[in-house]
């Protein structure tokens, strides 16, 4: 039993947090302020044509009987007009000192006794007096006129009244006002059902889509067939699941070309370490070159390693604070650092370096940048080929150029190099040429996180030619000039 009601109260507060429930709620709330304002707008309306045909009529009374007395004063066995007074009508007629001296009722007559009635306070101040109620489908009414006699005023008129005729009218008014308040109710109630009916038709299906996305290797758009509320978070969902599919995408081609740019090398160590083993009296000239062929295997991984982990580090966007830094310094020192290298291969550097150029970036991210352009503008560059580098600022931006007299880039490829392990001629990773294919990946990544973009093209001697573009800061003479 304590299981059953544990679960009914689960099931309970579970449906009072929905939103169905809110929506349900929030529709009877507003029919009852519907009904609520209705009734009374037209129970005042009702009240109001009441009270002036009503006004009309007392107060006409009031004033005629009133002027009748003035003309002949106390005389009332001669001057009470019988239609004045009735079943439920009442005249009480009154002195100045508020003494009774008629009164037209056979049940609780007054004459005689002093009544202080606001009624006919307000006469004998010289003020014409009407008030109106309704009281249990009843008109409550009363009118009061003075009586003036030669200039003074020696009395009042009070008519009372209880209207009982439009019982009827009220019983119907009010009968009219439940019916319909209770019809309207239930259309709202109706319509609210229908409406999460509906609603809850179409968030199934998005949730259906979320449910089967944890399953499917490739998720499926949520058809956007109306235009209602609910399209823009479709829209939306479809936009995450377009990117969900991609990241899918590229999990499995970073899966597969990373396994196998690691079982490479590693299958090469295992050729070599089984050749060692196998031969009887390996010599030790043999011996040291399997050694250093492992030991480019091992470097081979660990600089793939090395990649993998920076692009990891720039998806993760955990990378350092961005700070000013001199662009020139760091192409200087890269040039320094990389002059080995193109001294054995004949190149020649040329060098067109503005000092005055400055980004805003990390120095780490900026370091990947110019030294992996001037690295594979060596690297792919001819024996004998020359490299020319630029770095100047201009409107703003500060530029970095390479252009070799390289074997170039095709058009076609030119922007698939950017994407991880793709390499425009495989041939070469075993020529000492080929990398990992991951350094122009790490270039474009750095570039547009420091808000820069990159493009290559092909230079006049039939080479490629990088361009990357960096928003440039601005030197306080600069700032002056603004």
């Not at 707008?41 to 005629?64: D, H, R």
Request: hydrophobic residues 45%; charged residues 20%; negative net charge.
């Amino acid at each position: 039993m304590d299981i059953i009601l544990k679960l009914n109260l689960g099931i309970g507060f579970k449906f009072r947090e929905s939103l169905s429930f809110k929506i349900i709620i929030s529709c009877a709330l507003a029919s009852i302020l519907i009904i609520l304002f209705s009734t009374i707008f037209i129970w005042n309306k009702i009240s109001s044509a009441s009270y002036s045909a009503k006004q009309t009529e007392l107060t006409a009374a009031a004033s005629e009987y009133s002027a009748s007395l003035s003309a002949y004063g106390f005389d009332f066995k001669l001057n009470i007009p019988k239609n004045y007074a009735g079943v439920n009508r009442r005249v009480i007629v009154t002195d100045t000192a508020f003494k009774v001296v008629f009164d037209s009722s056979d049940i609780e007559n007054s004459r005689g006794k002093t009544l202080l009635l606001p009624v006919a306070f307000s006469a004998i101040q010289g003020n014409e007096y009407f008030s109106f109620d309704v009281l249990d489908m009843s008109l409550e009414s009363c009118a009061s006129s003075p009586i003036i006699a030669d200039g003074k005023i020696i009395g009042s008129v009070c008519i009372f009244e209880t209207d009982l005729s439009l019982q009827h009218v009220f019983r119907a008014c009010r009968n009219a006002l439940i019916i319909t308040g209770i019809l309207t109710a239930i259309i709202f109630i109706i319509t609210a059902f229908c409406i999460v009916a509906m609603y809850k038709a179409r968030t199934s299906n998005l949730i259906k889509t979320v449910r089967n996305a944890h399953e499917a290797d490739e998720i499926e758009k949520i058809p956007v067939d109306c235009n209602d509320e609910l399209a823009p978070i479709i829209r939306e969902f479809n936009n995450i699941y377009e990117r969900l599919n991609y990241v899918l995408q590229m999990r499995q081609v970073f899966v597969s070309d990373a396994s196998h740019e690691l079982r490479t090398p590693l299958a090469a160590i295992k050729l070599l370490c089984e050749s060692i083993t196998q031969t009887d009296n390996v010599d030790a000239d043999t011996a040291r070159e399997f050694m250093e062929d492992i030991i480019l295997e091992v470097d081979r991984m660990s600089h793939t390693a090395e990649k993998l982990l920076v692009l990891s580090k720039l998806d993760n966007a955990n990378r350092s604070a961005l700070a000013p830094i001199s662009l020139s310094s760091i192409v200087h020192k890269t040039i320094t650092t990389l002059a080995p290298i193109a001294e054995n291969k004949d190149v020649t550097i040329e060098q067109y370096i503005e000092e005055d150029c400055s980004i805003l970036a990390d120095m780490e991210g900026a370091s990947q940048i110019i030294g992996n352009l001037i690295d594979n503008a060596i690297k792919y560059n001819n024996v004998g080929g020359t490299l020319r580098i630029y770095l100047f600022s201009r409107a703003g931006k500060c530029t970095f150029i390479t252009d070799d007299t390289g074997i170039g880039i095709a058009p076609e490829y030119r922007e698939q190099v950017f994407e991880r392990f793709y390499r425009v001629d495989k041939s070469r990773e075993h020529d000492g040429r080929g990398g990992s294919g991951l350094g122009l990946s790490i270039v474009k990544r750095n570039v547009e996180s420091f808000g820069g973009t990159v493009r290559i093209s092909e230079s006049v001697s039939g080479g490629t030619r990088f361009t990357v573009v960096f928003p440039s800061l601005l030197t306080e003479d600069e700032v002056d000039m603004i």
